[in-house]
């Protein structure tokens, strides 16, 4: 019987130590390929939307080290800022600034806009990587449903009132953070805002298959302009994204050391922002930092040239 348990106590404590001493073997296997490129961006202009944690910080901590002058364009400016002294402190690069954006509210993308316009003469990089996920049903401050008002919606404004600065600044670059979720998501538009029926977790992959056609009718829309356009799936990253699900929280933690860390999850953004390969490559869509399969509804044009037309009517806007 003492002998049973001995082997039973051994059990529960070499088991959790093995696991412990293995993380970093699982953390290298899971975490997906690395951004090799040593381009710099020294005189370069970048802006990230959502940059005060996760994928969209250590974007800007890799593009800030590069010399790059980096703006973090963020809702919560506490944690911006706080972001952008530790970013400073750690690059030495002076030039990273955080500056208030919330894409809930197209008055606050307004005034980003026409502040950033004013104070910047250039825009080389735009990093539309701020995101929500499974929210339960809630509206913007313009009255659009959250998952497409965010995720869609806000970026596709803000890329609107910049688009002549990055055209100015050619090369440029645009990169959209969609995610694999596109892959079940579908454009129902009779039903693009949850007005008849809501399901959450449906409504963040609808906004992602939105964030791939956006790229795909932009890329269209941009050829001979010197302006590329690209969306990605960063992997899955342990990050807050999910916070807004009990579920999902408990699942991420579970299996926390088979996800990728925020640093591994930014290496394809930053590919796309920064690698000479990249540099006339548009429409395209990316995941561990080569080209990946794109859904067939992903790949419908009329789809996208339709969802492109609805999407200037609700924000009135005409976009030739």
Same mark, same amino acid.
């Given at each position: 019987?003492?002998?049973?348990?001995?082997?039973?106590?051994?059990?529960?404590?070499?088991?959790?130590?093995?696991?412990?001493?293995?993380?970093?073997?699982?953390?290298?296997?899971?975490?997906?390929?690395?951004?090799?490129?040593?381009?710099?961006?020294?005189?370069?202009?970048?802006?990230?939307?959502?940059?005060?944690?996760?994928?969209?910080?250590?974007?800007?901590?890799?593009?800030?080290? &590069?010399?790059?002058?980096? =703006?973090?364009?963020? &809702?919560?400016?506490?944690?911006?800022?706080?972001?952008?002294?530790?970013?400073?402190?750690?690059?030495?690069? @002076?030039?990273?600034?955080?500056?208030?954006?919330?894409?809930?509210?197209?008055?606050? =993308?307004?005034?980003?806009?026409?502040?950033?316009?004013?104070?910047?003469?250039?825009?080389?990089?735009?990093?539309?990587?701020?995101?929500?996920?499974?929210?339960?049903?809630?509206?913007?401050?313009?009255?659009?449903?959250?998952?497409?008002?965010?995720?869609?919606?806000?970026?596709?404004?803000?890329?609107?009132?910049?688009?002549?600065?990055?055209? @100015?600044?050619?090369?440029?670059?645009?990169?959209?953070?969609?995610?694999?979720?596109?892959?079940?998501?579908?454009?129902?538009?009779?039903?693009?805002?949850?007005?008849?029926?809501? =399901?959450?977790?449906?409504?963040?992959?609808?906004?992602?298959?939105?964030?791939?056609?956006?790229? &795909?009718?932009?890329?269209? &829309?941009?050829?001979?302009?010197?302006?590329?356009?690209?969306?990605?799936?960063?992997?899955?990253?342990?990050?807050?994204?999910?916070?807004?699900?009990?579920?999902?929280?408990?699942?991420?933690?579970?299996?926390?050391?088979?996800?990728?860390?925020?640093?591994?999850?930014?290496?394809?953004?930053?590919?796309?922002?920064?690698?000479?390969?990249?540099?006339?490559?548009?429409?395209?869509?990316?995941?561990?930092?080569?080209?990946?399969?794109?859904?067939?509804?992903?790949?419908?044009?009329?789809?996208?040239?339709?969802?492109?037309?609805?999407?200037?009517?609700?924000?009135? =806007?005409?976009?030739?």
């Amino acid at each position: 019987m003492l002998g049973f348990l001995g082997s039973v106590l051994s059990l529960l404590v070499l088991v959790p130590l093995s696991v412990f001493v293995l993380v970093p073997y699982f953390r290298k296997y899971f975490g997906g390929a690395m951004c090799k490129s040593a381009a710099q961006l020294n005189g370069k202009v970048v802006v990230i939307t959502g940059a005060n944690s996760a994928i969209g910080k250590e974007t800007a901590r890799d593009l800030a080290r &590069r010399g790059a002058k980096v =703006i973090l364009a963020c &809702r919560d400016m506490a944690k911006a800022e706080k972001a952008a002294h530790e970013i400073r402190l750690e690059t030495g690069n @002076q030039e990273v600034k955080a500056k208030k954006l919330d894409l809930a509210d197209t008055k606050s =993308i307004r005034e980003f806009a026409s502040n950033f316009l004013k104070e910047e003469k250039q825009l080389n990089i735009l990093v539309n990587n701020a995101g929500i996920m499974m929210l339960t049903y809630s509206k913007t401050a313009d009255g659009f449903e959250m998952h497409f008002g965010v995720n869609h919606l806000g970026h596709f404004l803000l890329t609107y009132l910049l688009i002549e600065r990055l055209k @100015q600044s050619a090369a440029a670059r645009i990169i959209n953070v969609s995610s694999v979720a596109h892959h079940t998501g579908r454009i129902h538009f009779q039903n693009l805002q949850g007005e008849k029926f809501y =399901i959450r977790g449906l409504a963040y992959s609808n906004s992602k298959l939105a964030n791939i056609l956006f790229t &795909r009718e932009l890329a269209r &829309r941009l050829e001979g302009t010197g302006v590329t356009v690209n969306a990605l799936h960063p992997g899955t990253v342990m990050s807050g994204l999910v916070r807004h699900s009990f579920t999902l929280t408990v699942l991420w933690n579970m299996f926390s050391i088979f996800m990728k860390t925020p640093w591994q999850g930014a290496q394809t953004s930053i590919y796309c922002a920064v690698s000479e390969e990249m540099e006339t490559v548009s429409g395209k869509y990316f995941s561990d930092c080569k080209p990946a399969y794109v859904s067939s509804q992903g790949r419908n044009d009329e789809t996208a040239k339709k969802l492109w037309n609805v999407s200037c009517e609700l924000l009135g =806007i005409q976009w030739n």
